[in-house]
DNA sequence: CAGCCCCAATGAACCAGGTCAAGAAAAACC
DNA sequence: GGTTTTTCTTGACCTGGTTCATTGGGGCTG
C-alpha cells in the first residue's frame, strides 16, 4: 500500500519529519471503489474523510424534483466527503459517486480527532487544510454570483483543465449552474469560433 | 474595553480556562468605525482578521462593468475579512464597508500566527473556526445552486432573520445573487399574498 | 425643516438560459 | 460485434430574471 501521495501532499502543507509523516498517515486506510459505485449516500452519516489516490469522484444533491448539483469534483491529490455531514456526524445530504475506478485513503472521524489530539503539527495540518478549503469556496463563490454561465466555463477551462476530460458533461454543466444542454451550446459556439 | 464577546465566542468552541481565555483575547485590539468607512479596499492587503463587536458590515465585490456582488454580512460575534487576501497575504480583491458605527476586535496575521504557535489549544480553535466556515459556505454554494430567487430570499429569511433589517436591500439582492428590482418584486408578491 | 440624495417600487421591453422532444453518438455490456 | 443504455447535440419554444427609465419615499445634513 503506496501512501507516498498523502505525505506528500501533507509535507506540501506544513514541513514534517519522516517520522512525523508516517505516524500521520498510520490510520489511514486503503480502499478500492469500482466506477459508478457511491461512497456517501443521503441519510448514512459520512464517516470517513477521504484522499484519493487515483480515479476521480463527484459530490452532488438531488433535489425534490429530481435535479442534481455538483458540489464538488475530486482527483489524484484532492480529498472527497460531504464536509457537513463528515465534521458534525450527522447524516449526509450528498451522494459521492466514482467516476472511474479508483482508489482512496481514508481515516476515520474518531481518528482522525486521535490524530489532531496527538500533535499540535497534525493539529495545524487540518487546521490549513480547512482554510484553504474556505478560501477557495470564497473564490468559487464569487464566481458563481458575478459571472454569466459562459464566462464560469471559461474559467472552470482555464483553472482545471486536467478535470475537463475526466468528468461527464452533464455534471460539469450540474457544477457550474446550468443545464448539460446550454453547456453542449456554450461548447459549440465556442469551437466555431477557434476555427 | 470589554473582550467578554470575543471569550464568550472563543468558549463556545473550545473550553478554556480564564487564563487561557485571557491570553487569547489579549492580541486582540478594539477599533471603531464609522458608518460607510471602509476596513478593506481592492489593492490593499487585508491585514487584519476582525470579530464584530458592534455593528455591521459588508463584504463585496465590483466586477469591471460595476456590478457589485455581495459576499459576505457581519453583525455581532460575526467574522469580517477578505479570507483569501488575509491568509496569504496578497491584495484584497474585495471591499468591507461598515453599513453602521461598529466596533471590532482586531488581530493582525502576525499576531494570529503567534497565538496559535504559542498553544495546541489556540490552534484548534482555529482550526474549528476554518471548518465551521467551510461547512457554511458548502451550504450556500448548494442552496445558490439548486434554489431560484425565490426560495433563496425565504431561506435567507428563515435562517437569518435578523440580518434582513439591518442590511439595505440592494445589498441583500446582491448577496443572494439577483437585482435590486427583482428582490423588491418578490418581496411585493409575498405580503400581498400574506394578507 | 428644507433640500438633497440615496434607496425602494413599479412598468415595459428584452434576453440569457431553461424546457421539452427527438436524434446522433459514444460507451458499456454480454 | 451487435445491442442496450447512457450521454451529447440540436431545434423550437418558453420564462425567470434583467435592464432601463421613472416615480415616490425616507432619512441625513446643514
Redesign the pocket.
Known sequence: MNKDPLKNYVQSLVPLTDDEADAFVAPFEERRVKKKQFIVQPGFTNRHRAFVLEGAFRSYAVTPDGQEHTLQFAIENWWVSDFNSYIYQHPATLFIVALEDSTLLQITRVQEEALKASSHTFETVFRIMAEKGLAFEHRRLLINLSH???ARYENFLLNFPNFVQRV???ALASYL??????L??I??RRTRQES
Open positions: 454569466d454561465a459562459e461527464p458533461q452533464y449552474g446550468m443545464t448539460t444542454e446550454y453542449s451550446r461548447r459549440n
